[in-house]
């Protein structure tokens, strides 16, 4: 059921991020009357179609439907959609139209600003698409994250090895303050950072980050925890402890006389202790007292704790648009950091691409809307982004060629474009294939 679950959430997230880049292409080609002969969600291969408005049963229901330019249409092959402009040089490879006398309707009798805009459209749509979530989401609910100010890390053996230790306080990153604590790792990462400053106690320190270390900050399973002190939220109604002699507000600071400073210290000391009663010190105001807690099977007390230093900034139906706006910037501007550090091989970061397996991974186990839309964004945005690379067979490609045509006043010839698309489809058949087979290697890793 997981996986059923997961499948459905990849296939409705890329199926209406699809619809939308699309939808941009065809909206400037009939803005500008532009013919577009097909618009299809999945790809028609071999002619097989699930749906068409072509199909017979369809044209007796609505005759009309014999008439429209366009065919709209859902093919069996899943593996992303088209919006077919005619006379216009792309993955269907039509020569045919191409001999013929252009005609006034045609993608490549159009100016060059016309036609810029056609390929530029389904990346707009991407990105308005992402902006439009995020909008809806900010104006609901606002954004919480936890902020870096006044939190400390909880570190793993890569960042030790750096010279970070738990407890320590990130204060800057090359001389800037970072905002969230969640994008530590990634900001060292995408920012090829060189000098972390912390504060240790009360000790300002400067640490220098190895640049041949990138590689393994990006492969690293969470480098900086939230360290945690054992500060009690509430405690459980029905719990046993809740007569103990715990409050809220109680930092626990030792069981048993075992001192640790945050919560990840204690896990391996509460399971020595499973299914017994045993002393607690506590710390409450100035007041350093003990109680007798009991400890369950699973090695917890039965108490929520404090997340510390977690915000949330409120936005109504108006400021969510330019906050909107700007969270798409910050992430578009992320995933194009991403895309330098995959483009680097030094850095290993290809060894992260990842294909439908990957993305089906991200989505969660049981439906979750607030989840679902927030990673369909994401997805919109790397969509656009992806469709920006200037690799013949994308849109980015497209818009390389006519940006050349506007400087330079020369058209390229078709025979190049042709020879252009294909060289462009085999690298983007090699770029499928590193990404399924990274997929299927983490898979035998497991």
């Keep these: 059921m997981i996986a059923l679950s997961k499948t459905l959430q990849v296939i409705l997230a890329l199926s209406i991020l699809i619809l939308a880049h699309e939808l941009g292409h065809f909206t400037f080609a009939k803005l500008f009357k532009i013919r577009v002969d097909k618009f299809f969600l999945f790809f028609d291969l071999g002619g097989k179609k699930l749906f068409s408005t072509r199909s017979s049963w369809f044209v007796k229901l609505f005759p009309k439907a014999k008439d429209w330019e366009t065919e709209y249409g859902i093919g069996w092959c899943p593996l992303g959609g088209y919006c077919k402009i005619n006379g216009m040089i792309d993955e269907s490879f039509d020569l045919e139209t191409m001999k013929q006398e252009p005609k006034e309707y045609e993608f490549r009798t159009k ?15 991407n990105f308005i698409a992402a902006i439009i979530i995020y909008s809806s989401m900010l104006a609901a609910q606002g954004r919480s994250y936890i902020q870096n100010q006044g939190n400390k890390i909880y570190v793993n053996e890569l960042a030790y090895e750096m010279g970070f230790r738990n407890g320590d306080e990130v204060l800057k990153m090359d001389g800037r303050a970072p905002e969230y ?58 719990a046993p402890n809740k007569d103990s002699g715990l409050r809220p507000g109680d930092r626990v600071t030792a069981f048993e006389g075992r001192t640790f400073d945050f919560v990840q210290d204690c896990q391996d000391i509460l399971a020595d202790y499973k299914d017994q009663t045993i002393d607690a010190t506590v710390l409450r105001g100035s007041e350093t007292l003990h109680c007798n807690v009991q400890v369950d099977s699973l090695g917890k007390i039965g108490v929520a704790l404090k997340i510390p230093g977690i915000k949330t900034v409120r936005y109504n139906a108006l400021s969510a648009i330019p906050a909107g706006i700007a969270y798409t910037w910050e992430m578009i501007v992320d995933y194009v950091n991403d895309l330098r550090l995959v483009a680097t091989p030094s850095t290993q970061a290809y060894k992260s691409v990842g294909s439908f397996i990957a993305i089906g991974q991200v989505f969660p186990s049981a439906w979750d809307w607030n989840r679902f839309l927030n990673i369909m964004a994401m997805l919109s945005i790397m969509l656009g982004v992806m469709n920006l690379l200037p690799i013949p067979g994308l849109d980015g490609g497209h818009i390389l060629f006519t940006l050349y045509e506007m400087v330079t006043r020369r058209k390229p010839s078709d025979r190049f474009m042709v020879i252009a698309q294909m060289v462009g489809m085999i690298l983007l058949f090699a770029l499928m294939f590193l990404a399924f087979g990274n997929d299927i290697s983490r898979l035998f890793k497991r």
């Design 111 to 125: 100016p060059a600003w016309q036609r810029l805009l056609v390929m530029a459209g389904g990346v707009l749509f």
């Design 181 to 238: 604590f969640n994008d530590l790792q990634a900001t060292l990462a995408r920012k090829k950072v060189k000098k972390v400053t912390v504060l240790r106690g009360t000790d300002t320190l400067d640490l220098y980050i190895d640049q041949a270390m990138i590689g393994e900050i990006l492969n690293s399973d969470t480098m900086f925890d939230l360290a945690v002190p054992f500060v009690i939220d509430q405690i459980q109604e029905g």
